[in-house]
């Protein structure tokens, strides 16, 4: 079945430093993939989407990567804030429905 | 600028009771409609998706249906509600002629409890 999976466990950084999420898609060729945050008790925000055929993606302190080789997509926020805590979501699909995968929940500790 | 009203925030509900929950969508026409469930420890689950009026389709045989009375309107609802049912409830909404690439915009969710 075609899956997509992050790492649901809690992952700490310092204030400051880079932190790196990723996202591995199975028995799947996804054409892009989006990624959301999420704060407790709000619905899902998107951020970035990137293609297949895009190897990297910036938005101010947020980066996306796509290895279609390593099946993986790496989401990574620089000089990391205490208010980028929250849950992140890689999501593949289209108009007909996104799939989301569980989300790493993201703790920036001051 | 568009705008996804969700409501209620929070419901409590008894075993067996109905439900409907409303989404509409303000600044935009023909939106792709969504409805998904996150439940305690789970992913976000897809529902229902609608293209159209009157146009649904289900992704998970279940306990709920949803309909699409006007173009902007989107409405989750169940005759009997079992425990399992809770969760938070999400609606969402991307423009048509992106096919969903421009990302989906999220209500701010109902937190329905089933006692």
């Known amino acids: 079945s075609q899956k997509i999976e992050q790492n649901s466990e809690a992952l700490n950084i310092q204030e400051g430093k880079t932190a790196t999420l990723t996202c591995n898609y199975t028995?799947?060729?996804?054409?892009?993939l989006q990624w959301y945050r999420q704060d407790p008790g709000r619905g899902p925000v998107f951020l970035l989407l990137?293609?297949?055929?895009?190897k990297e993606k910036r938005k101010e302190r947020l980066k996306v990567t796509f290895d279609t080789t390593l099946k993986q997509s790496l989401f990574h926020i620089t000089a990391s804030q205490p208010a980028d805590s929250a849950t992140y979501l890689c999501?593949?699909?289209?108009?007909?429905?996104?799939?989301f995968g569980k989300g790493t929940h993201l703790i920036i500790q001051p | 600028s568009q705008t996804i009203h969700q409501w209620p925030a929070t419901l409590v509900q008894p075993v067996g009771s109905p439900l409907s929950l409303e989404c509409t969508v303000e600044?935009?026409?023909?939106?792709?409609l969504y409805w998904y469930r996150q439940a305690a420890g789970r992913g976000l689950q897809l529902l229902f998706y609608?293209?159209?009026?009157?146009?649904i389709s289900s992704e998970v045989p279940q306990n709920l249906s949803a309909s699409r009375p006007q173009d902007r309107q989107f409405i989750l609802s169940s005759k009997k509600l079992l425990l399992s049912d809770s969760g938070f409830y999400l609606c969402?909404?991307?423009?048509?002629?992106?096919?969903?690439?421009?990302?989906?915009?999220f209500g701010s969710g109902t937190r329905l409890t089933v006692v």
């Open positions: 969402a909404w991307s423009a048509w002629y992106t096919g969903g690439e421009d990302g989906y915009t």
């Open positions: 028995n799947y060729s996804p054409a892009y």
């Open positions: 990137i293609r297949e055929n895009e």
């Open positions: 999501a593949r699909g289209g108009a007909d429905g996104l799939t």
């Open positions: 600044g935009t026409s023909n939106p792709n």
């Open positions: 609608s293209v159209g009026i009157g146009q």
